[in-house]
Each structure stands twice: as structure tokens, then as C-alpha cells.
């Protein structure tokens, strides 16, 4: 059974307008059908409803470039061994997703369709099943990790040093779910703010979303002392090893994180390009991590930190809108570009540097949406 990309993208591009209905119909199929499920899934299915379609939406835009589509596919079966997912699991997903896009896809529906849709699951599920289990023998599900420093940085965000018990290898630019003890079974996903450290401790920078219970909780409730749980790191924003090229960072807000950290191991690396940072917020009390930012450049003559705000007005210094922004200086057409924030300022932000010159494939992006 071959696969067959068109069918499944354009099946897929009738339900994408009706992704709400189609992710609850899906899970209520899945639970009705395999009730014991429900338990490994959090009591509220929001954020979760969104990452399925998220995921799902990935997969089937990536089904023409397969060496990516492979990678983020291993990722994500390692990733669900936190929640306790065995082989046996998958047909039972695979068989609510197949009723579930038979239902939404209804008017265009044939055996063709179904048979590329069963085509394209079969060789996903064995992706993510073949990854689980040979990570199985040599890394844990998840990582227990101790709090060793929280430092309120703003009211709505704090900075966490966690040490976890075993090593836990990953590359800057990655990111990683989080699971508190007071909210069992809910993982939420922050950026390691960090390169790799002899010492194996990392750093989150955690911003509070409204409503949100993970974040919340990690600002207001958690102390030195307290252990989380770390899933494996997943994301490919990572450095560009062999490039000689200058590099741009655009970090909005928390999305400073990952980029602090490919900045990190570009100093760590030896190589001395120049690297033009643009940090905002929009208001300069929300530059939480500038004094640090500033150690840095006045240790690394070629990092140039330039902070950004967009709301105060009496603010001195640079004032606008990072997509903006980035088009006030020279261009940036032969740079290694990173950008990581808001999904809406990444968007445009990438929009602008290609309408200017920069090719898409020199601009590096994870879009790791506010988690809660």
C-alpha cells in the first residue's frame, strides 16, 4: 500500500475549517470505543484537543519530506512514553482518526481516500512505535528533576533551575513538557533557556498564562525543593554547526528561551560570528532576563543585545513591533536567522525577512504555543 500525499491533503483541507468538531468527535469516538484511555489523557481535553490537531496537521503537510516528517514522528513517539503508550494503543487512535475524517470528509469520500488515509497512518504509527521502543532501553519516559533556584522576574514571570536526577541529553533550541505534582497527567511545554551544562542543570523561563494551571502553578506554588517531571526534549531549532554566516535572533517575550540557548553554544562553539539579537517585550518591566543578556554581550564583543518595546511610550530606547523592527536595519538576506515568540509575531516576522531578501532556508523556527 503506497502512499498517496494529494489525497490525504486535500481530504484533510475540507476538516481543517471545522477542527473543533472534528477533534471533540474524535476523542468522544476514541473513549467510547476504548474507554480505559480516558485515564491516561488530563481531566480537561482543551489543550490537549489543540495539540492533536496541531500534530495531525504537521503530519499530513509533511507527508511529501519524509526525512523531517521521520524525525518529528520520532520525537513524538518517544514523547508518549510519559504517558504510559504501548503499540497496542495506535489502533485504536488510528481507528477514531479514520471515522473521524470519514465523517468531516464525507462529501468527498471514496475508497481511495480511505485507503491513503490508512496508508499514511500505517506508516506513521510504525515511525512513532519503532522510535519508543528502541529508546525504551536506553532513556527513561521521563526525568524527575529538583528545583535548585526560582527567581521571580516580573509577576507573571519566573526563571526555574531544575537538576534533573539522570542526564538528560538534548540540543539548544529544544523544548520539553513539564508535569507538576499538583496537576497529575497535564504536561505543558517550555524551551530549555540553556546550552548543555557540565553540571546537567537547566533553566525555563515560564511565563503566566491567564487561566493556565501548569505555569501558574510553577510561578506561584512551586519552591526550591519541589520535583517535577521532564519529558524528552523534542524541536529541530537547532545551531547551525558548519555555517560561517552572521546570525539574527528575534526572541518575543518567553521566546527568548531557545535563542539564549543557540546563542549559549554558539560562544561555547569558538566560532566568533557577529550575532544581532532583537529581545521584545512591550514593556521594558517584561525584559526579564536583560541583565543577564547584558553580562553576556560585555563578555562576547560580537553579540549586540538590542531591546525592544512596543507598548510604553516614554520608554528610551528602540520602540515597535519586532516584524517591524527587523526592517529598520541593513539586510539580513546573508544571515543564519532564528525567531521564536507569539505565533502571530513569528508569522510576520518571517514574512518580512523573506519579502526583504532572507531565504526560508536559512530561517530557523519552532512555534511552541503558550502553554498553560
Keep these: 500500500m503506497s502512499l498517496n500525499p494529494r489525497l490525504v491533503k486535500e481530504s484533510f483541507s475540507v476538516i481543517e475549517p471545522v477542527a473543533d468538531k472534528a477533534t471533540a468527535y474524535f476523542y468522544g469516538r476514541l473513549f467510547a470505543e476504548s474507554p480505559h484511555l480516558r485515564g491516561m489523557f488530563p481531566p480537561a481535553m482543551d489543550v490537549q484537543r489543540d495539540r492533536l490537531f496541531s500534530a495531525l496537521t504537521r503530519i499530513v503537510w509533511s507527508l511529501d519530506s519524509p526525512d523531517s516528517l521521520a524525525a518529528y514522528l520520532g520525537q513524538l513517539g518517544r514523547d508518549h512514553r510519559k504517558y504510559g503508550v504501548i503499540a497496542d494503543h495506535y489502533t485504536a487512535v488510528g481507528n477514531a482518526l479514520l471515522a473521524?475524517?470519514?465523517?468531516?470528509?464525507?462529501?468527498?469520500w471514496n475508497h481511495e481516500i480511505e485507503a491513503a488515509w490508512v496508508a499514511a497512518y500505517t506508516a506513521a504509527a510504525s515511525l512513532m512505535i519503532e522510535s519508543a521502543e528502541s529508546d525504551s532501553g536506553v532513556s527513561p519516559a521521563w526525568w524527575p528533576a529538583e528545583v535548585i533556584d526560582h527567581e521571580l522576574r516580573h509577576r507573571d514571570i519566573a526563571v526555574l533551575t531544575l537538576r534533573p536526577a539522570e542526564r538528560l541529553p538534548y540540543t539548544p533550541g529544544q523544548y520539553l513538557n513539564v508535569q507538576t505534582a499538583r496537576w497529575p497527567r497535564v504536561w505543558r511545554t517550555f524551551s530549555i533557556a540553556n546550552a548543555p551544562r557540565a553540571d546537567n542543570t537547566l533553566r525555563l523561563h515560564v511565563r503566566s498564562v491567564p487561566g493556565g494551571w501548569v505555569s501558574t502553578t510553577l510561578i506561584r506554588h512551586t519552591r526550591i525543593g519541589d520535583t517535577l517531571l521532564l519529558g524528552p526534549p523534542m524541536g529541530t531549532m537547532a545551531p547551525c554547526e558548519s555555517s560561517m554566516r552572521d546570525v539574527l535572533c528575534v526572541a518575543g517575550g518567553t521566546g527568548l528561551a531557545p535563542l539564549k540557548a543557540i546563542i549559549e553554544h554558539i560562544i561555547a562553539s569558538g566560532r566568533r560570528p557577529n550575532i544581532h539579537l532583537l529581545y521584545g517585550a512591550r514593556t521594558v518591566e517584561e525584559l526579564y532576563d536583560l541583565p543577564d543578556l547584558i553580562r553576556m554581550e560585555s563578555s562576547f564583543?560580537?553579540?549586540?543585545?538590542?531591546?525592544?518595546?512596543?507598548?510604553?511610550?516614554?520608554?528610551?530606547?528602540?520602540?515597535?513591533?519586532?516584524?517591524?523592527?527587523?526592517?529598520?536595519?541593513?539586510?539580513?538576506?546573508?544571515?543564519?536567522?532564528?525567531?521564536?515568540?507569539?505565533?502571530?509575531?513569528?508569522?510576520e516576522t518571517v514574512r518580512r525577512l523573506q519579502i526583504d531578501g532572507v531565504p526560508l532556508s536559512r530561517i530557523h523556527r519552532d512555534i511552541v504555543q503558550a502553554e498553560r
Design 301 to 347: 564583543p560580537w553579540l549586540r543585545v538590542l531591546p525592544v518595546v512596543s507598548d510604553q511610550p516614554g520608554f528610551d530606547g528602540m520602540r515597535g513591533h519586532l516584524p517591524e523592527v527587523t526592517q529598520r536595519f541593513h539586510s539580513w538576506a546573508e544571515h543564519d536567522v532564528y525567531v521564536c515568540g507569539p505565533p502571530g509575531m513569528v508569522n
Design 100 to 108: 473521524t475524517i470519514r465523517r468531516f470528509a464525507a462529501e468527498i
